[in-house]
């Protein structure tokens, strides 16, 4: 028969008396009370999500720019790579490769946009149908039947406009130059996003019903301008600690430290691949800490350190005050944690561990309700 | 052999009432540090009847009316002592050792535990529905992308991210903790290193 590994019986040490189901009981209604007054007091931190409608009324110019960035690639999901696309024009700019090793590519382009497409020119198509818009039709079909030389000349130039561009009662005016289409096409989506229509044209291209449970393309859209302007003058930055802390002065998810931290530093903040290295990081340490047991060193540090000592006060002051770890039978094997202590199940080991003994109950009187163990065969476990 | 005999004859042996439901703890149980553990628990509790309930009523209800505003916060709050209780708890079982003597199972379990709720309380954050949810959604997407979980995951999929947040990940972990309790039940607190014996000379080492 398999012999059985040796770990002390919790139940067969001095016992005292104790209430399970009190102690849960009067726990959750202690936490209960707690957190109910804390809701009431101070709430939840929310910030109302921001649209593309404030957007455009806000900042004219910046939806402008968005819109030409898609438009012509300049933008950061036009050229992103997986999952969303193939870049532009074969140039991905945002796969990160660590050492060659790649996974973000693995899985091709399952959620993709085409952010010229997607962004604008779906969008406009939509609102030259619903308003009969002739002139915005035409427009359409000189820019999509345009050379690609064509339509990046006229991007550029408009790129260049919109820089020296001015706001007056809500319209942006720009300085005379040779734009195609390009200019009408811009203005009609700022119209449109000042509508408030364009996040919905946005959401159905990536919901094909009416529910709107994927908000990706109308995300994607406010990502490159709008949301980051306002995380920047609220200290949400990635650089500012942005993911661990929340609004105002709420606790944020400050177990989320060791991650955030990482991006404070080199080559984390520095790097192209900065969030996969970031990640991976992240996963080592979390495969660390669960093997902690096995991890030479680290599993016997808390025995070196005396923290312990001070958690367990009581118990080691009663087992001093009587040596009873110096009279134990079983001293070297638990110095050694019982490691390789096995037992025959055939023939049971008679030796018991003196803090067992009811004889060290007695002595030990800093809790009410003490009672001497019962007499019971000593037990093993089989793992 | 008889499957069922034995489970029931292992179950038996493993796992009696007074592994369970003990009425009785050995002595050496008498710390703050052994609260953590409850309290930890408690804190879950609130979390998933708050959640429940915000849930069944559903996002623009807790986002918008003043009932929904403070199960929120109720919710939020919950969190809070969740992680603070949890974090305290690992601690504390760190510095006891708790996975000696056949309890590495336990910490192991424990510590899935933990990393299971971080992706629960994150995607509970992007679930939100507000500025702090768009936020964290464009910016984690890189890190999900680069980290090559974009094959399963889009972030940016709020039906999917509210599905795993309420559903897949609140599954997952209760189901985590409810085997940590049974694997804490069954072999009981870990008792304390070796105490200091008495030299020859009168002096503890």
Redesign the interface.
């Known amino acids: 028969m398999k012999p059985i590994r040796f770990s002390r019986d919790t139940l067969q040490f001095p016992q005292k008396d104790f209430d399970m189901v009190k102690e849960g009981v009067v726990s959750l209604g202690i936490l209960t009370v707690l957190i109910v007054a804390a809701a009431a007091i101070w709430g939840a931190p929310f910030r109302p999500a921001v649209t593309n409608q404030q957007a455009a009324l806000q900042n004219p110019i910046g939806i402008g720019q968005e819109v030409l960035g898609d438009l012509d690639g300049q933008g950061g999901i036009a050229s992103y790579g997986p999952p969303y696309n193939n870049g532009w024009h074969g140039q991905a700019q945002s796969v990160q490769s660590f050492l060659g090793f790649s996974p973000q590519t693995w899985w091709g382009t399952p959620y993709q946009v085409n952010t010229a497409q997607a962004d604008v020119l779906t969008p406009l198509q939509m609102l030259a149908t619903a308003s009969h818009d002739s002139a915005l039709t035409a427009a359409l079909h000189t820019y999509k039947t345009a050379s690609y030389t064509q339509q990046q000349a006229w991007t550029t130039a408009m790129t260049n406009a919109l820089g020296k561009a001015t706001v007056r009662n809500g319209q942006v005016l720009l300085p005379s130059g040779h734009y195609g289409p390009v200019a009408l096409m811009v203005n009609d989506e700022i119209n449109l996003a000042k509508s408030g229509l364009l996040s919905g044209a946005l959401d159905r291209e990536t919901n094909g019903g009416v529910y709107r449970w994927n908000v990706q393309n109308d995300l994607l859209f406010l990502q490159g301008q709008v949301l980051p302007n306002i995380a920047n003058n609220i200290n949400m930055a990635g650089g500012q600690w942005g993911i661990n802390h929340d609004e105002q002065a709420y606790p944020g998810p400050w177990w989320l430290t060791p991650y955030t931290f990482l991006y404070q530093i080199p080559p984390w903040s520095t790097g192209a691949t900065g969030d996969q290295t970031a990640a991976y990081a992240m996963g080592l340490l979390f495969v660390l800490l669960i093997l902690v047991p096995w991890i030479p060193g680290l599993n016997k540090l808390p025995k070196l350190l005396p923290v312990h000592r001070a958690i367990w006060r009581d118990w080691y002051r009663h087992l001093e005050k009587t040596n009873a770890c110096g009279q134990c039978p079983l001293r070297a094997s638990c110095t050694k944690e019982f490691s390789g202590h096995t037992i025959d199940q055939q023939q049971p080991t008679e030796m018991v561990p003196s803090c067992y003994q009811p004889d060290a109950t007695f002595a030990y009187n800093m809790n009410d309700g003490l009672r001497s163990p019962s007499m019971m065969p000593l037990r093993t476990s089989t793992d | 052999m008889n499957w069922t005999q034995s489970m029931r004859q292992r179950v038996s042996e493993k796992l009696t009432w ?2 369970l ?11 703050l ?1 052994y ?1 953590f553990g ?2 930890t ?3 879950l ?2 979390c998933v009847a708050s959640g429940i309930i915000m849930s069944a009523y559903g996002p623009t209800w807790y ?1 918008d009316s003043a009932a929904g ?10 969190v ?2 969740f ?1 603070f209780f949890m ?1 305290m708890h690992l601690v ?1 079982q ?4 708790s ?4 309890r ?2 336990t ?2 379990i424990g ?2 535990s ?2 299971i709720s ?1 992706v629960e ?2 995607t509970g ?1 992007l679930s ?13 997407k ?2 999900f ?4 979980i ?2 399963f995951l ?1 972030i ?5 991210v509210y599905g795993l947040h309420i559903a897949v990940l609140p599954v997952i972990l209760i189901g985590l903790v409810g085997w940590h309790l049974i694997a804490v039940r069954s ?3 870990v ?8 030299t020859k000379e009168g002096r ?1 080492s």
């Open positions: 007074d592994h439901l003990p009425s009785e703890q050995p002595v050496y149980v008498s710390s540090v609260s409850v309290f628990l408690s804190s509790v609130i986002q505003s403070l199960l929120r916060g109720v919710h939020f709050w919950s809070q002592a992680f974090t504390g760190f510095f006891m050792g996975w000696r003597e056949g590495a199972l910490w192991v510590a899935v933990f990393g971080v309380a994150f954050y939100r529905g507000d500025f702090f949810s768009q936020w964290n959604q464009v910016q984690s890189d890190a992308n680069g980290a090559g974009d094959g889009n940016l999929n709020n039906g999917q072999k009981g607190v008792p304390p290193y070796q105490a200091r014996v008495l503890h």
